[in-house]
C-alpha cells in the first residue's frame, strides 16, 4: 500500500533562517506530488505541484521553492524565512488520477 | 471561474441529527468532487467523492448530493457523532492536466451530545 511521510513534523525557526521540508512517497511510481500551506484556521493554499521529476510548477509567487530531486521526493525550500511563512504545510500525492491523498503535515512556526 | 464557495463557515450540530454541508462552482469543466474530512493537527483524509454522472453517492453515515444543472453538490452527515467534529473541506477538479484540486475554505463541524 501507498505511505506519504513528511518530516519534521514540528518546526521553529528564526526569520531570515532557512528551510528545508522533505516528503516522499512509498509504492507507487510517477505520483504528481503537491505542496500546500495552511494558515491557522484557514484553508488549503496550493504552492507548487510536480508530474515528473525536475518539473515544477509554482502557483503562488512567494519565498518559497520546490524541487524533486527522485521520482518519490518533494522538497520545499526557502533561503529566508519571513513570519508570513509560518503556518501547516501538507504534501500530497495521486497516482495520476483524481484521488489525492495528505501527509501528516509540518508545524512551522517563524518567530 | 476556479473558486468553489463552501457554507456555512461554521456548524453546530446536536448528537444523532443531520450535519449539511453546502458547496457551489462554476466551472463546468469540473467533473471529480472529493470531500475532505480533517481533524486539528493532522493533514485532510479523504472522505468520499462523486463524479458529476451521479446525483447520489453514499457510504455508511456520509452522503454526497450532487444537482449538475444547479452546479452545487452538498455532504449529508447522518446520525452526527461527536467523533465526526472536524473542518470539512469540498473540493473540484478537472481530468486535465496535474489533476489539481480546488478547495472551498471549510466548514468546521462540532457535535455536542
Known amino acids: 500500500s501507498q505511505t506519504i511521510h513528511q518530516w519534521p513534523a514540528t518546526l521553529v525557526q528564526p526569520v531570515g533562517s532557512p528551510l528545508s521540508l522533505e516528503c516522499t512517497v512509498e509504492?507507487?511510481?510517477?505520483?504528481?506530488l503537491y505542496w500546500y500551506r495552511q494558515a491557522a484556521g484557514r484553508g488549503l493554499q496550493l504552492l507548487f505541484y510536480?508530474?515528473?521529476?525536475?518539473?515544477i510548477s509554482s502557483e503562488v509567487p512567494q519565498n518559497l521553492s520546490a524541487s524533486r530531486p527522485q521520482d518519490r521526493q518533494f522538497i520545499l525550500s526557502s533561503k529566508k524565512l519571513l513570519l508570513s511563512d509560518s503556518g501547516f504545510y501538507l504534501c500530497?500525492?495521486?497516482?495520476?488520477?483524481?484521488?489525492?491523498?495528505f501527509g501528516p503535515g509540518t508545524r512551522l512556526t517563524v518567530t | 471561474q476556479q473558486q468553489v464557495k463552501q457554507s456555512p463557515q461554521s456548524l453546530i450540530v446536536q448528537k444523532g441529527g443531520i450535519s449539511i454541508i453546502n458547496c457551489a462552482y462554476e466551472?463546468?469543466?469540473?467533473?471529480?468532487f472529493p470531500w475532505y474530512q480533517q481533524f486539528p493537527g493532522k493533514g485532510p483524509a479523504l472522505l468520499i467523492a462523486?463524479?458529476?454522472?451521479?446525483s447520489e453517492k453514499k457510504e455508511g453515515r456520509f452522503t454526497i448530493s450532487f444537482n449538475k444543472s444547479a452546479k452545487q453538490f452538498s455532504l449529508h452527515i447522518m446520525d452526527s457523532q461527536p467523533g465526526d467534529s472536524a473542518t470539512y473541506f469540498c473540493?473540484?477538479?478537472?481530468?486535465?492536466?496535474?489533476?489539481?484540486?480546488?478547495f472551498g475554505k471549510g466548514t468546521k463541524l462540532s457535535v455536542i451530545p
Open positions: 510536480s508530474v515528473g521529476i525536475g518539473q
Open positions: 462523486i463524479r458529476p454522472d451521479v
Open positions: 500530497a500525492w495521486n497516482p495520476g488520477d483524481y484521488e489525492q491523498y
Open positions: 466551472n463546468t469543466a469540473f467533473d471529480y
Open positions: 509504492g507507487t511510481s510517477n505520483p504528481n
Open positions: 473540493a473540484a477538479c478537472t481530468g486535465a492536466g496535474s489533476y489539481q484540486l480546488t
